[in-house]
């Protein structure tokens, strides 16, 4: 028998049964009389039972599958599980990789760029889009990169992020703040940068904001002109108005020295870095657990004691002084500022065209931004006396009488019985004191001044500290 024979009644014998497929072997060798319309009793039998068979076959199988159907539930869910866990596993895997990769990249960008420099101040960072053409005509460095911004200061970029971050508790400040008795009366708050911050800072006012043209009508803190050059604008005139403006450089916040430095061309990656190395909170220092803190107390302004604060207001304040300048010479005023002294003067003008005059005035210094002090207005008429930051202008340049009078006592006091119980201006230093109020006379009065510089130098020979 061949073995595709023996193969195909085994399958029979799967399918019917043992006897079933012998009987259709008996019949086809013709050992089996093979009357299909008459069947014999065995044949029946073996049929039917064959049929039987089947039929059992099947109910067992069926009562198998109800009866391993909760193991065959349990074997499913456990390969399911099984499928799961593999499949978190390879995902944990793969987001650990890409993480890796991703911290390796954040590292490497760390090392060549700044990508965050704290919170509310790090939105812009990157766009470091310029007005290349703008910068460029205006003279000014461009730059591509943040480690061009640290190049160009003169520091590393490691430097340059520990500078510029914006902090709202640290153990580190970079000012050192202390108070300066006012002429007036008061205190103002004097924030003094540390050394590599003050190098950056001068940096930034040599090489950038010097490049800048200032207005004509700014006096304060700029090269060649000084309260001298602008009291001569105002002398001899009929009417003299000053006017000051209040908590001017905290009225200069972050977002402002921002914009100026984006109106110069700069993308906001770099006009960011730069309005952060100019600006400062002002800080509250507390002490914790043996630590120093010191702790912000609100937004981001110019420093006063910073070299670059000054000329930054000179440049924010290029609309006011325009207006201020348009106003003026339509009522035919004389216009000058200094810092935040404002100051009009007029050679004809009537009480009308006075009070126009400062109505116009509080209502572009309101528009621009800032706050005109209610309490330092004053109106100066002809015949009385005219004074424009602290120097006479009535007929000519003048020092005022009485505090030269008083100058004089005190010289004279101390030439005689040293330093020790003087003061001048409440100032902590006299020496230094007495020798800036004498360039000072000098700078308005060259022949009084001569004769106080020789004073001065006498005190100091003699007293020497």
């Given at each position: 028998m061949s073995d595709d024979r023996r193969t195909l009644l085994r399958q029979q014998m799967r399918e019917t049964s043992k006897e079933n497929v012998i009987l259709n072997e008996m019949k086809r060798l013709g050992f089996w009389p093979n009357e299909e319309n008459a069947p014999t009793l065995p044949e029946q039998i073996i049929t039917e039972e064959t049929a039987l068979?089947?039929?059992?076959?099947?109910?067992?199988?069926?009562?198998?599958?109800?009866?391993?159907?909760?193991?065959?539930?349990?074997?499913?869910?456990?390969?399911?599980?099984?499928?799961?866990?593999?499949?978190?596993?390879?995902?944990?895997?793969?987001?650990e990789a890409a993480r890796i990769v991703r911290k390796a990249a954040w590292q490497e960008k760390q090392q060549k760029d700044i990508v965050y420099l704290g919170e509310e101040v790090s939105s812009g960072l990157n766009d470091a889009?310029?007005?290349?053409?703008?910068?460029?005509?205006?003279?000014?460095?461009?730059?591509?990169?943040?480690?061009?911004?640290?190049?160009?200061?003169n520091?590393?970029?490691?430097?340059?992020?520990?500078?510029?971050?914006?902090?709202?508790?640290?153990?580190?400040?970079?000012?050192?703040?202390?108070?300066?008795?006012?002429?007036?009366?008061g205190k103002r708050l004097i924030s003094a940068p540390m050394p590599l911050l003050k190098s950056v800072q001068y940096q930034i006012l040599n090489e950038l904001l010097y490049r800048l043209e200032i207005q004509d009508t700014?006096?304060?803190?700029?090269?060649?002109?000084?309260?001298?050059?602008?009291?001569?604008?105002?002398?001899?005139?009929?009417?003299?108005?000053?006017?000051?403006?209040?908590?001017f450089f905290p009225t200069v916040t972050y977002k402002r020295v921002k914009g100026l430095f984006k109106a110069l061309g700069y993308g906001q990656k770099y006009a960011t870095i730069l309005a952060l190395l100019c600006t400062e909170p002002e800080t509250d220092e507390v002490k914790m657990d043996g630590e120093r803190y010191f702790v912000a107390t609100g937004e981001r302004h110019l420093p006063q004691g910073a070299p670059t604060s000054p000329v930054i207001t000179n440049l924010i304040c290029r609309t006011l002084d325009k207006r201020m300048l348009g106003a003026a010479n339509k009522l035919g005023f004389t216009f000058s500022r200094y810092a935040d002294d404002c100051t009009f003067s007029c050679a004809e003008a009537d009480k009308p065209n006075v009070n126009k005059m400062l109505w116009i005035?509080?209502?572009?210094?309101?528009?621009?931004?800032?706050?005109?002090?209610?309490?330092?207005?004053?109106?100066?008429?002809?015949?009385?006396?005219?004074?424009?930051?602290?120097?006479?202008?009535?007929?000519?340049?003048?020092?005022?009488?009485?505090?030269?009078?008083?100058?004089?006592?005190?010289?004279?006091?101390?030439?005689?019985?040293?330093?020790?119980?003087?003061?001048?201006?409440?100032?902590?230093?006299?020496?230094?004191?007495?020798?800036?109020?004498?360039?000072?006379?000098?700078?308005?009065?060259?022949?009084?001044?001569k004769v106080l510089k020789g004073q001065v130098r006498r005190i100091l020979a003699k007293h020497a500290c």
């Amino acid at each position: 028998m061949s073995d595709d024979r023996r193969t195909l009644l085994r399958q029979q014998m799967r399918e019917t049964s043992k006897e079933n497929v012998i009987l259709n072997e008996m019949k086809r060798l013709g050992f089996w009389p093979n009357e299909e319309n008459a069947p014999t009793l065995p044949e029946q039998i073996i049929t039917e039972e064959t049929a039987l068979n089947k039929e059992l076959r099947q109910l067992l199988n069926e009562q198998r599958l109800l009866q391993d159907r909760d193991r065959l539930l349990r074997k499913i869910r456990k390969e399911r599980m099984k499928a799961s866990r593999e499949k978190q596993k390879a995902n944990r895997e793969k987001r650990e990789a890409a993480r890796i990769v991703r911290k390796a990249a954040w590292q490497e960008k760390q090392q060549k760029d700044i990508v965050y420099l704290g919170e509310e101040v790090s939105s812009g960072l990157n766009d470091a889009t310029n007005n290349t053409e703008l910068l460029e005509k205006l003279g000014l460095p461009i730059f591509e990169s943040a480690a061009a911004v640290a190049t160009f200061l003169n520091i590393n970029l490691s430097q340059l992020r520990f500078l510029a971050y914006n902090r709202k508790v640290s153990k580190v400040s970079h000012y050192k703040r202390f108070y300066m008795a006012k002429k007036s009366g008061g205190k103002r708050l004097i924030s003094a940068p540390m050394p590599l911050l003050k190098s950056v800072q001068y940096q930034i006012l040599n090489e950038l904001l010097y490049r800048l043209e200032i207005q004509d009508t700014a006096y304060g803190f700029v090269p060649n002109r000084s309260i001298v050059d602008n009291a001569k604008q105002h002398i001899g005139q009929s009417v003299v108005i000053n006017m000051d403006l209040k908590n001017f450089f905290p009225t200069v916040t972050y977002k402002r020295v921002k914009g100026l430095f984006k109106a110069l061309g700069y993308g906001q990656k770099y006009a960011t870095i730069l309005a952060l190395l100019c600006t400062e909170p002002e800080t509250d220092e507390v002490k914790m657990d043996g630590e120093r803190y010191f702790v912000a107390t609100g937004e981001r302004h110019l420093p006063q004691g910073a070299p670059t604060s000054p000329v930054i207001t000179n440049l924010i304040c290029r609309t006011l002084d325009k207006r201020m300048l348009g106003a003026a010479n339509k009522l035919g005023f004389t216009f000058s500022r200094y810092a935040d002294d404002c100051t009009f003067s007029c050679a004809e003008a009537d009480k009308p065209n006075v009070n126009k005059m400062l109505w116009i005035a509080h209502r572009i210094v309101k528009e621009e931004g800032f706050i005109m002090h209610p309490d330092k207005l004053s109106i100066m008429h002809k015949g009385r006396h005219q004074e424009v930051t602290g120097i006479v202008v009535n007929e000519k340049l003048n020092v005022n009488r009485k505090d030269l009078k008083k100058f004089r006592a005190l010289l004279f006091q101390i030439e005689r019985d040293g330093f020790e119980g003087k003061s001048w201006n409440n100032s902590p230093n006299l020496p230094e004191c007495i020798q800036g109020y004498t360039n000072f006379v000098m700078m308005v009065n060259p022949v009084k001044g001569k004769v106080l510089k020789g004073q001065v130098r006498r005190i100091l020979a003699k007293h020497a500290c």
